[in-house]
């Protein structure tokens, strides 16, 4: 019964994404970003590690969750909109989704939406890039179902992008606090192999492996550490992504997260006028 439920769950994903992709591919003549503005193509945006980079995007996750000591697999999805107003300024939103939890859970639910305003690019030089934004985190989410903790949060993050060669370096850090009285830090790093295949095409493929790490600092639980290694394909403005969570230190609430993304460039403003 789980198993046939996990793969109905799997079918409305994979149908969700073809969706998007359609809509999205008929309007991309009058929507089209392209890469990066001024930007080395090897700074790229990862899979977990947040990008440094301000742009107009919109993005779908999907995240598969195999918790072998519970013999349960879990499915849930997120939507990212991004906004930018000017080459320093900008916005973006995090909206989840839970279609199954882990151990039971009853699912399907929203979860905590987060809101990422005002995010400041204070550095934007070629080949590195600075910001810091401020998470708010929304108690949104569907507690009957698992799919969100009850509180407020709050977590200033400091950003950075830089390219070397062909190759390119993320890394952020944050500290993370919620209205239940949880503190916690966050650091995320990524290195990525950026591959240009067709320059006139604007092709290209990004190897990528990233260590994230989230450390309580409060009520002495244990830090988590995860590798996630992955991949990411550009195209004249389109990015395909897909990697897996691998916890190898602390505290490992899970076995193993497939993550699959889709986003494309989109210019707001074109698609608002």
Known sequence: MRRRLGADMCRRFAFAFSILGLVLALASPALAHGFHSAQSPSIIDPLVTHHAVLEDELKVNYFGVRDGAKGAFGNSASLELAYVFTDWLGFETFIPYQASGLGGTAGPGLGDIELQFPKLSFVRNYGLVMSTYTAVTLPTGDQAAGAGKGEWGLAPHFLTDMALGPMGVQANG????????????????????????????????????????????????????????????????????????????????????VLLQLGYHVVWNRLIQ
């Open 174 to 257: 944050a500290i993370e606090w919620a209205s239940g009285g949880d503190l916690a830090a966050e650091l995320k790093s990524s290195l990525a192999y950026t591959l240009i295949v067709d320059t006139e095409r604007e092709i290209s493929i990004s190897p990528l492996v990233e260590a994230v790490g989230d450390m309580p600092l409060k009520g002495g639980e244990p830090a988590s550490w995860s590798w996630v290694p992955g991949v990411k394909i550009a195209y004249q403005g389109w990015h395909l992504g897909t990697g897996v969570v691998l916890p190898f230190a602390g505290e490992r609430p899970f076995d193993y997260q």
